[in-house]
């Protein structure tokens, strides 16, 4: 797949409308993880070197159309040090930019013509511009306004995030090490079906855990107390197993899992083998047994995919073992030259971060649902209209 990119593009003095995706998590105002924000900035630097006049478009959470002020994007703009326009649709700052200001814009969900990608609202967007780059993997898998309607207004560009992401899942994809051991986890079966699929047809051997492979242990008979899991999804969860099965992919679900009395972080822990749950028992977090075999099962490898945390990582510590033992011995083999490791969704990230093991990692995407679809072999919108 080749994208427009930047390349021979003069662009001293240009207006440039650029999509990020700054979703990131904030607490108290203050953001606690500006990993996208990071993995942004070569291209916005890129940009500004070059004497561009950049505004970027960005989203925090789900506001719903409408100005709530729990979702402004301030925060990120005094993290990033940049001016907030505070109406993504204000275009009376354009006058007093001067080659290589870079200025961002606010939530642009306030409105309800970004996320159904309303023509008129792309028009008015993208209006005093000169060209889009998108460097937004993560919502390129939208067709919203800001990645899609205002290519129909501006010349459009793939960024240097954009194209990394790309390049580097379309290698792992055509062309893996094998052994090859994909690590899927994460609450529903229903919505992880294709990219089950094509993992089965790529993988060696595939893993399911958290809520996913509460499912999958619930169609095997085994009991799953009072926890979160899709009893609609029994047949499906059956289908994939037989699917793995035809495609010689040994398929994994967990042999244990942490539980506790209620959903609370703050609940005590008991360690149990999926057959001894009880009926008030809730799941939380994958089991020991389970770890020390996922870790086993990495170390066997040669190349590692992982997309969703086993458990309430972010409950640390009493319930983010199974994922930080993922999470560790990922980075370990590949630090020693034993792996190729590429990991993808915003809660999977933040434990590498919390491990501390983020620089260890072959490839982190900052894609969940575009990682997965991109894998999947969806077409991707905000993609499809930047191919050469």
């Known amino acids: 797949m080749k994208?427009?990119?930047?390349?021979?593009?003069?662009?001293?003095?240009?207006?440039?409308?650029?999509?990020?995706?700054?979703?990131?998590?904030?607490?108290?105002?203050?953001?606690?993880e500006g990993f996208r924000i990071e993995r942004s900035m070569p291209t916005i630097d890129f940009l500004r070197n070059a004497g561009a006049r950049v505004a970027i478009v960005s989203h925090l959470g789900r506001p719903k159309g409408v100005r709530d002020m729990k979702y402004s994007l301030r925060g990120v703009a005094e993290y990033m040090k940049l001016p907030l326009i505070e109406d993504c649709l204000d275009k009376s700052f354009l006058a007093n930019m001067k080659d290589g200001d870079v200025v961002l814009l606010?939530?642009?969900?306030?409105?309800?013509?970004?996320?159904t990608n309303d023509k008129e609202f792309a028009r008015t967007l993208a209006d005093g511009f000169d060209l889009f780059v998108n460097d937004a993997f993560?919502?390129?898998?939208?067709?919203?306004?800001?990645?899609?309607?205002?290519?129909?207004?501006?010349?459009?560009?793939?960024?240097?995030?954009?194209?990394?992401?790309?390049?580097?899942?379309?290698?792992?994809?055509?062309?893996?090490?094998?052994?090859?051991?994909s690590i899927v986890a994460g609450s529903k079966v229903s919505t992880k079906i294709g990219v089950?699929?094509?993992?089965?047809?790529?993988?060696?051997?595939?893993?399911?855990?958290?809520?996913?492979g509460t499912t999958f242990n619930y169609a095997m008979g085994a009991p799953v107390g009072n926890s979160l899991y899709e009893p609609d999804q029994k047949e499906n969860a059956l289908s994939i197993m037989e699917y793995a099965r035809e495609n010689n992919c040994r398929?994994?679900?967990?042999?244990?899992?942490?539980?506790?009395?209620e959903f609370k972080i703050d609940a005590p822990r008991t360690d149990k083998d999926?057959?001894?749950?009880?009926?008030?028992?809730?799941?939380?977090?994958?089991g020991p047994k389970t770890a020390a075999r996922d870790v086993d099962e990495i170390g066997r490898a040669a190349t590692v995919i992982w997309n969703g945390t086993v458990g309430m990582a972010e409950w640390m510590p009493t319930w983010s073992h199974g994922?930080?033992?993922?999470?560790?011995?990922?980075?370990?083999?590949?630090?020693?030259?034993?792996l190729h490791s590429i990991v993808g969704g915003g809660d999977t990230v933040a434990a590498l971060d919390a491990c501390g093991v983020m620089d260890d990692i072959t490839y982190v995407s900052t894609g969940g649902g575009a990682f997965l679809e991109f894998i999947e072999g969806r077409e991707l919108p905000g993609i499809k209209v930047l191919e050469a």
């Open 3 to 32: 994208l427009r990119d930047l390349s021979g593009i003069n662009l001293r003095g240009k207006y440039v409308l650029l999509r990020d995706d700054f979703n990131v998590q904030i607490v108290d105002g203050k953001i606690t």
């Open 106 to 115: 606010e939530n642009v969900r306030f409105y309800p013509g970004e996320e």
């Open 138 to 181: 993560a919502v390129s898998h939208r067709a919203h306004a800001s990645t899609v309607g205002v290519t129909e207004f501006l010349p459009s560009y793939a960024g240097m995030l954009l194209n990394s992401e790309i390049e580097n899942i379309t290698r792992v994809m055509e062309n893996p090490k094998h052994p090859v051991l």
């Open 196 to 212: 089950l699929r094509a993992l089965i047809k790529l993988s060696d051997t595939v893993i399911v855990g958290g809520a996913l």
């Open 251 to 261: 398929f994994l679900i967990p042999l244990d899992k942490g539980v506790g009395p």
């Open 274 to 286: 999926i057959n001894d749950i009880l009926p008030d028992d809730v799941i939380i977090d994958g």
């Open 323 to 338: 994922s930080f033992a993922i999470a560790r011995a990922i980075a370990e083999n590949t630090r020693n030259g034993k």
